[in-house]
């Protein structure tokens, strides 16, 4: 399925960066160019990433200020 349209990531995408090691949408923004056009799947990847990665809530508050510096769309919502 896709998470991601602008950008063609699906959720396989997604979950293979959390398994290769990607612990916030940041990370996955990083490895798979998702969230970074018009941020309409922020909250989806938001969402597979507290479902699958093994992080605690405390790093998805620096999740937020590492996704406004580098960019992701739709970071501040
Ligand atoms: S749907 Fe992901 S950036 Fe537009």
């Known amino acids: 399925m896709y998470v991601c349209h602008c950008n063609v ?3 396989r995408d997604v979950l293979e960066s959390i ?3 990607a612990r916030c949408v940041a990370d996955v923004a990083r490895e798979t160019g998702a969230g970074r056009t ?3 799947c922020i909250s ?3 969402e597979l ?7 605690g809530a405390e790093r998805r508050t620096e999740e937020h200020a ?3 510096e580098l960019g ?3 970071a501040a919502r």
Do not use: F, K, M, Y
């Not at 990433?49 to 992080?55: D, K, L, N, T």
């Open 9 to 11: 990531v699906t959720d």
């Open 19 to 21: 398994a290769n090691g």
């Open 38 to 40: 018009c941020g309409n």
């Open 44 to 46: 989806s990847l938001r």
């Open 49 to 55: 990433v507290c479902q699958h990665c093994p992080v």
């Open 66 to 68: 590492a996704e406004r």
């Open 72 to 74: 992701v769309a739709g």
